[in-house]
């Protein structure tokens, strides 16, 4: 509140505060001494008539006098200030009073004391009379007491002085105070004004009224202030006016530049259109390029891979293998141009496409095995058991900061071996965060280096760049596209005990293809022969997830004594699988070795590295399958499968989705595009009406409904785009449900596929196209999008009697061979199993109907895991029918609940899903 007042406030305040609290210190110490100075003279006459009353009633009391005593006592109570008066006899028994009748008293003994009347407060005396008041001299001797006087003194009359005095002072401070106040002020204005004068012009000076002056204020101190104020002014105003020059001298200057710049700003323009121009012909150029080249490339990699799937020698095989990756490599050029143009526009655009990540990661082994075992290293993946393999993402960036990470472990490793390594750090629903990391044995990099090795044309040590070469470019793109992903990517490194270089990321799940690596190998016996103890643990996991049951073995002799032993029994030993180097294993005693399990019935495969398989294979047998290592598992499962069985498998698919058939339309003008991919989409059991134009697909989609189409972008006549904008118009105007519209395009440029969705299209892929991404596309938009019938709605209810309740061979093929596996997903079945009935009943009483269909398409989908064929296609056919919204779902869902009774009802006796 202080800080609130002005000058004036706190002159007046800091004047009168003082003042009024000696006023108030002195008044308040002068009354108290007056009013005690009023009682001690009231005590004193009360002392003084006291005494004398005693002397005169002293007599008159000896004689028993009353009607004396009485006289007495009534003149003394005419006195000042005496209220009562009364006599009592020796022993206090009263016996003459004048005056209000006296309240009895407390006081034991004589003297004075305070009493309290009706009116306020007295003060009373209790005086004995003795026999010496009957003398002016006092005699000496014994006392005799005669009577006792009680005298009660009023103190209204000293009250009233004592205020009267009190008044008298409050008035005299009152106008001391008002006199201070009145000075106070006066002086408050005499200091208040000056300063007002000078806030004032300070606040001129502020606006900018720069020739203000003070004037004389009255005072020595005011006015040299004032003085210093006007002379800050005069500079100020100086300093203004060589600015206001300066700034006209400067204003000129600006002129005749901004001249010279606008006419470099004209040139600059011109300058931007003509480069702005050649980055558009730069950006046209390659994306014709990118079309052009990627549409053979897409037919040369499709019927490579059909023919891959015919039957094949292992010779014709390799060729194949060969053309594949050289294709592959082809493709990846392709990619690094266009990424260098999309890195220069800062227009990197990342695919989200499905993947299975261990392919994707021994696929990158594979690429560099022959320089790794040129050094002779030892190339290892080991991918967690728990890791989710099917992703969505972009698989050719991931491939590619796996490749450079991969080729600079190798550069930088004389001795030892590179081990990749991916595993799960964290699940959710629908997301994985992995961690995949590629470690080495080489020279590894200080902490000094590492802080500049992800620095584009930067490498931990320059020397090193003649010897294993490289631009230093590798780490600092990975780096950005890692970023791009959402994820990190890192360094933990000892020098000279290698490097280790880790990627964390976070991956959606796709959804995993229809694929089964045990096929004809579950439950067959196996051994296997590998010196590396990490080589090892990889290899075994292959060969288990490719169903085998794998026995390991230490050396030669002893792999030989196993599989005699089990030659005899029940069980042999059907495969034999064998690591082997020339310097450690020559192959001539392979040879003899292999005619030796030979004669036990028991097949070889040799995996050796790929710079020593072609001396194997022609020293050892030209019949005996020789493969590279690292192995990829799905080529180590086609030829245990091939060499136990006879025959080549293939990739065939069934049908993708059982019990339904998909009309599918596909647009290309390409010819040999056009019959690649129909045949890949009569693979996978889809009835495929096939066209060259834009035109044609018009017309078809006007005489036919398709549940799905895939439509070429670039066209000649009318384009993709064209052809999708009139295929909605007839919808729009028949009233039909809208058709999925899936493009398939060459181009790779930031915006395309921004562009496509706007133009009516729902999805989007990019040639070259394999099986796996149509499947994904088949089964994404198939679930979301058909609500047309794709099988007759007449079609009767599945004889779910003639299909087993439960088949525990298909449960034990279906958990890859792993009887445990199997057991546990029967268990997790039949575990929910009354819940999901109980689930379903509730959303068909609520009519909820996309509840129901929910809650049957988890049921389908757990029973796909398991060997239960009876409940498995009743689930099947009422999540059709619900999907159609048919008038036979009702019965449908009758069906599914009998099965579902049926499958718990004998739950007890399905205790082992393998048979006995």
Same mark, same amino acid.
């Given at each position: ?405 991969? *080729? ?328 039909? *449900? ?179």
């Amino acid at each position: 509140m202080f800080k609130d007042l002005g000058i004036k406030g706190r002159v007046v305040m800091l004047t009168l505060l003082p003042s009024c609290l000696l006023a108030l210190l002195l008044g308040g110490y002068f009354s108290w001494l007056h009013f005690q100075q009023l009682h001690a003279q009231l005590q004193q006459r009360g002392n003084l008539l006291a005494e004398q009353i005693a002397r005169d009633t002293a007599r008159p009391l000896q004689r028993q006098d009353l009607p004396r005593l009485q006289e007495i006592i009534q003149q003394a109570l005419q006195q000042d200030d005496v209220r009562a008066l009364r006599l009592s006899d020796p022993q206090r028994i009263p016996l003459l009073q004048a005056g209000p009748r006296l309240q009895p008293s407390q006081a034991p003994t004589q003297g004075w004391h305070r009493v309290a009347t009706g009116n306020g407060e007295a003060w009373r005396l209790l005086l004995p009379i003795l026999d010496q008041h009957l003398s002016i001299t006092p005699t000496r001797g014994e006392e005799q007491l005669l009577g006792w006087l009680e005298l009660e003194l009023s103190q209204e009359r000293a009250l009233l002085l004592g205020y009267r005095h009190l008044l008298g002072a409050l008035l005299f401070s009152l106008a001391a105070l008002l006199g201070g106040t009145l000075l106070a002020l006066r002086l408050g204005r005499a200091i208040e004004q000056p300063l007002q004068h000078i806030q004032q012009g300070v606040a001129r000076l502020s606006e900018g009224h720069l020739d203000t002056r003070l004037p004389h204020l009255g005072s020595h101190d005011l006015d040299a202030l004032a003085s210093g104020i006007n002379r800050m002014a005069e500079s100020l105003q100086d300093a203004q006016e060589e600015l206001y020059n300066s700034i006209e001298q400067a204003t000129e200057d600006v002129r005749q530049n901004l001249e010279t710049i606008e006419i470099q700003n004209i040139e600059l323009d011109l300058a931007r259109k003509e480069a702005l121009e050649t980055s558009r012909i730069k950006s046209e150029f390659l994306a014709n390029m990118s079309h052009e080249i990627r549409t053979p490339l897409n037919a040369m990699l499709g019927f490579t891979q059909l023919l891959q799937k015919s039957s094949l020698t292992a010779r014709q095989r390799d060729y194949l293998d060969t053309i594949e990756e050289s294709t592959n490599n082809l493709l990846a050029i392709i990619n690094g141009v266009l990424d260098i143009s999309k890195i220069e526009a800062g227009r990197l655009i990342l695919d989200n496409s499905p993947f299975n990540l261990r392919d994707l990661i021994q696929d990158c082994l594979t690429v560099f095995a022959p320089n790794a075992h040129a050094k002779h290293l030892e190339l290892i993946c080991l991918v967690y058991r728990d890791t989710p393999l099917h992703l969505l993402g972009d698989s050719l960036r991931l491939r590619q900061v796996l490749s450079n990470l991969i *080729s600079n472990a190798i550069k930088f490793t004389e001795h030892g071996d590179i081990v990749v390594r991916a595993m799960l750090e964290d699940l959710h629903d629908d997301r994985a965060q992995l961690r995949i990391s590629v470690q080495d044995s080489g020279i590894g990099v200080t902490e000094q280096d590492q802080q500049q090795l992800f620095r584009a044309f930067s490498q931990a040590d320059n020397s090193l760049t003649r010897q294993a070469g490289g631009s230093g470019l590798g780490l600092a793109i990975s780096k950005q596209l890692i970023e791009l992903m959402g994820g990190e990517i890192g360094l933990e490194s000892v020098p000279g005990q290698g490097a280790e270089f880790w990627i964390s990321l976070s991956l959606p799940l796709a959804r995993a293809d229809a694929e089964d690596l045990a096929g004809q190998l579950a439950g067959r016996r196996s051994i296997m022969l590998e010196a590396h103890p990490l080589a090892a643990q990889a290899l075994q996991h292959q060969l288990e997830d490719c169903g085998l049951q794998v026995q390991l073995a230490s050396s030669l002799t002893d792999l030989l004594e196993q599989v005699g032993r089990a030659a005899s029994s029940a069980e042999p030993i059907a495969c034999a699988v064998i690591a082997a180097r020339l310097a450690e294993l020559p192959a001539n005693q392979l040879a003899r070795h292999v005619q030796q399990l030979r004669q036990l019935n028991c097949q070889t495969l040799v995996l050796c590295p790929t710079n020593e398989q072609a001396s194997y294979q022609q020293q050892v047998d030209e019949q005996l399958p020789v493969l590279g290592k690292p192995l990829c598992t799905s080529k180590l499962q086609k030829t245990l499968t091939a060499l136990l069985t006879g025959h080549t498998p293939g990739t065939q698919h069934g049908p993708l989705l059982p019990g339904i058939t998909l009309d599918v339309l596909c647009v290309d003008d390409n010819p040999a595009n056009l019959r690649l991919v129909k045949t890949l989409l009569e693979d996978l059991g889809v009835r495929v009406c096939a066209v060259e134009g834009g035109q044609q697909a018009v017309d078809a989609c006007a005489q036919q409904h398709f549940d799905l189409i895939f439509m070429d972008v670039q066209m000649p006549g009318m384009d993709g785009r064209q052809a999708t904008q009139l295929i909605r118009q007839q919808e729009q105007h028949s009233g039909r *449900s809208t058709t999925p519209i899936v493009a398939l395009t060459a181009h790779a440029l930031h915006d395309e596929k921004r562009q496509l969705l706007q133009s009516g299209m729902d999805d989007y892929l990019s040639k070259p196209i394999s099986t796996r991404q149509l499947s994904q596309t088949l089964l994404k938009w198939s679930s979301q999008h058909l609500t047309h019938s794709v099988v007759p709605t007449d079609q009767p209810l599945p004889n779910l009697s003639a299909l087993p309740l439960f088949d525990a061979e298909e449960g034990l093929r279906l958990a890859a061979g792993k009887t445990m596996l199997a057991a546990d997903m029967l268990d997790m079945l039949l575990g929910g199993l009354a819940d999901d009935r109980t689930a379903i009943r509730q959303a068909r009483e609520d009519n909820a109907r996309e509840l129901l269909l929910e809650r049957v398409h988890r049921l389908h989908g757990a029973t796909r895991y398991c060997g239960v064929p009876q409940l498995r296609q009743a689930c099947q056919h009422c999540e059709t029918l619900l999907k159609q919204n048919a008038p036979e779902s009702g019965a449908a869902l009758d069906t599914l609940d009998q099965a579902i009774a049926a499958l718990l009802d004998n739950a007890g006796q399905l205790s082992s899903p393998h048979p006995a």
